[in-house]
């Protein structure tokens, strides 16, 4: 921190005391005659210094009082990890009070040097203080404030953005919570794609058309064929002010391709009927390339000298140029859309082939659905001799909610046989009472149209011939017919009763897990010394109160190593050279005890015994171990004590205290030990003579 001069320090107390007589800043004037004369850069130092001191101050009060509402952790929970920017600023200093990494990433900054900047640092619409408290009142006559703008890079650079802000109140304080995203891709790419006001209108004109014929090409019914199409084909060629707009299709063999549709302009001679059999071998050039799904844009010019049939055709057609595009359906190359002389070429290129692309992805689209339509009706048969041997329950309802069809495994299931279902209502014979009312209003509100493209899985009970209930698991989809009306559902369903008894079997032992979990948990919740579970992979699977006291933050709802909670450490303690008892239990299968010196959050060391227990699976394997940890600080403390004191006790009794010499007592002592080995001797050499 900058050292203040002791005039400025003077300037500052004098401001602070004027300041709580007044409640207003003093003015230059006031300062001077109180201090008895003073430099007019002296005082606006200690005045601005002096301000910055309120601002800083009136920051921390509002970050204080986010922490203790828990606003701000809650913030942080949400967009930490979030790729938009999210920041809080302080509206009366402009300050940032959090953010999250993404927004001082994006400006060059640590963490530690965006927290000390103002908004008007890296904003380009607010310039300075004044600039920031002007913006401030917008934010309080909007609900929510949406611009675009520019950051200021680290380096000077300028980066676009998108800035969501809205002015917060929370108990008489407020803040501004912020959310920015980079638009500098999006500003590139519309400054290229509208880069002139006849462009922005081609683009309108483009998106109107592919709105159109992309509502028309959807929704498009068997018998409305051929005039869509047609339709589609006039649009693209007088909007690409082309000659002539085709369609061609592949011959199921694939042996040629065949001109189905076509739209000339006026005076434009058709080319439809000469073009029915156009053989592979000799349009291979083109063939070959739209085969790949490569888009065509084809001058006379570039057409191979070997290409005889095609240069027949651009002859014949008068044709300079022409675009065509691929289509794709059932995975497999199925013809081309195509035009003939487009006006202007290379605008076509960059624009308009993202009209004919977007054509030919809902005609290919259209035609698959034709494909599969034709399909269907082929396979009506085949599935309705599959529906009798299907292992579900498959049955119809009409409008009123009477069965029309219904296979042979939905009548084993509800144990009727097939006349006396066909005919009568679902909802009153085959389901229970309780829940009648609201299938039967569910399914009301289906056929009167208010739920549209229904489609639901869902379990359910029947009603069986013996008044039992089986649990059934239902698919449903509405039965509509070519007008689009809604005539009936119908449902496949799988017996799921086992499941079902399985499942309630299974609620009811997590159930009875999680109460002994909790009882446990009690249990070591009343023992005073720290227990933890710690599995393998070195994380901490229950713990007590006393061990929660260890945690981070004293924090017991996240995942924890046992290294953080014992070491205050990120790594575990084997790789600090201390005895692991997880790695011991390990590789021995037996209960340890170990001696750790651990480190508090305080930074303050203790020393505890550790005992761990293997703690093995269903598989008999060793899973973890379960921790038990003692705080001998000071029963070590006094051991050491009580060594030193009869260290000098022992002193004191056989050495002179004057002298430091030994003593009469530890000579005698001495002669006594002498005597004693000497006796030993003499006994163990003649046995027969008394030790006295």
Same mark, same amino acid.
């Given at each position: ?486 005539? &009936? #559902? %119908?449902? +496949?369903?799988? @017996? *799921? /009763?086992? $499941? ?5 079997? =299974?609620?009811? !032992? ?113 899973? &973890? #171990? %379960?921790? +038990?940890?003692? @705080? *001998? /600080?000071? $029963? ?5 004590? =009580?060594?030193? !004191? ?47």
């Amino acid at each position: 921190m900058k050292k203040i001069s002791p005039a400025v320090q003077r300037v500052l107390t004098i401001v602070d005391r004027l300041y709580d007589d007044k409640g207003s800043i003093p003015s230059y004037d006031e300062i001077r005659e109180t201090m008895g004369g003073a430099s007019y850069n002296t005082i606006s130092k200690g005045i601005n210094l002096w301000k910055n001191k309120q601002l800083e101050e009136q920051k921390q009060e509002k970050l204080k009082e986010l922490k203790l509402t828990g606003e701000l952790l809650n913030f942080r929970h949400q967009v930490d990890h979030s790729n938009d920017c999210f920041y809080i600023i302080d509206p009366q200093s402009g300050g940032f009070l959090d953010t999250n990494a993404s927004s001082y990433k994006l400006l060059g900054y640590s963490k530690k040097e965006f927290l000390q900047l103002k908004i008007y640092d890296v904003s380009s619409f607010v310039c300075n203080h004044d600039d920031w408290l002007k913006q401030l009142e917008v934010f309080r006559t909007h609900d929510k404030f949406i611009m675009e703008t520019q950051h200021r890079h680290k380096d000077g650079k300028f980066i676009h953005v998108e800035v969501s802000a809205r002015l917060y109140s929370n108990n008489d304080s407020e803040y501004i919570i912020c959310s920015s995203r980079d638009i500098t891709d999006r500003k590139l790419l519309l400054s290229e794609l509208f880069s002139s006001k006849k462009e922005l209108q081609h683009k309108v004109e483009l998106e109107k058309i592919i709105s159109e014929l992309s509502s028309d090409l959807v929704n498009i019914k068997s018998e409305q064929v051929d005039k869509i199409i047609n339709k589609t084909l006039k649009i693209l060629s007088l909007f690409t002010h082309s000659d002539r707009c085709y369609l061609f299709q592949v011959s199921p063999d694939k042996s040629c391709l065949k001109n189905t549709y076509e739209w000339c302009a006026s005076g434009v001679k058709a080319q439809i009927a000469a073009l029915q059999e156009c053989h592979r071998n000799d349009f291979s050039w083109i063939f070959n390339q739209l085969e790949q799904g490569k888009v065509l844009l084809l001058d006379k010019e570039d057409i191979p000298e070997n290409s005889i049939a095609l240069k027949n055709v651009f002859e014949d057609g008068n044709i300079q140029s022409c675009v065509n595009i691929p289509l794709f359906w059932s995975d497999r190359f199925q013809g081309f859309i195509g035009l003939d002389n487009p006006g202007q070429v290379d605008s076509l290129f960059k624009q308009d082939i993202l009209l004919l692309q977007t054509v030919a992805n809902f005609l290919s689209k259209a035609f698959e659905q034709w494909h599969i339509e034709q399909l269907h009706a082929h396979s009506k048969k085949q599935a309705q001799r599959y529906l009798q041997i299907a292992g579900v329950m498959i049955l119809t309802l009409n409008e009123q909610g009477d069965v029309t069809m219904i296979n042979d495994k939905g009548c084993e299931i509800l144990g009727y046989p097939e006349y006396d279902i066909v005919g009568k209502n679902w909802f009153d014979h085959f389901l229970p009472d309780d829940i009648q009312t609201d299938v039967i209003h569910i399914f009301k509100e289906i056929m009167s149209g208010n739920l549209h493209d229904y489609k639901m899985v869902v379990d359910g009970k029947v009603r069986c011939s013996d008044d039992s209930e089986r649990w059934i698991s239902w698919h449903n989809n509405i039965l509509k017919d070519a007008s689009g009306r809604t005539f &009936g #559902i %119908i449902s +496949s369903g799988e @017996d *799921i /009763t086992e $499941r079902k008894l399985a499942e309630q079997k =299974l609620i009811l !032992s997590e159930q009875r897990t999680e109460r002994e979990k909790n009882f446990l948990q009690t249990i070591i919740n009343g023992v005073a010394d720290p227990i933890m579970v710690i599995g393998r992979d070195y994380k901490v699977q229950l713990l007590n109160n006393a061990a929660k006291l260890h945690t981070p933050d004293n924090n017991d709802s996240s995942c924890f190593y046992c290294y953080q909670v014992s070491h205050n450490s990120e790594i575990p303690c084997h790789l600090n050279e201390e005895q692991c008892p997880l790695e011991k239990v390990v590789r021995t299968g037996q209960s340890v005890s170990v001696v750790h010196e651990h480190h508090s959050k305080n930074n303050k060391t203790r020393v505890f015994e550790l005992i761990a227990s293997p703690l093995f699976n269903e598989q008999n394997e060793i899973s &973890g #171990i %379960i921790e +038990s940890s003692r @705080d *001998i /600080t000071e $029963r070590l403390s006094v051991e050491e004590q =009580l060594y030193k !004191s009869n260290l000098d006790v022992h002193r004191l009794t056989y050495h002179d205290q004057l002298t430091n010499l030994p003593n009469q007592l530890l000579l005698v002592d001495r002669l006594e030990q002498v005597l004693k080995n000497s006796s030993e001797k003499l006994i163990s050499v003649h046995p027969f003579i008394p030790s006295n």
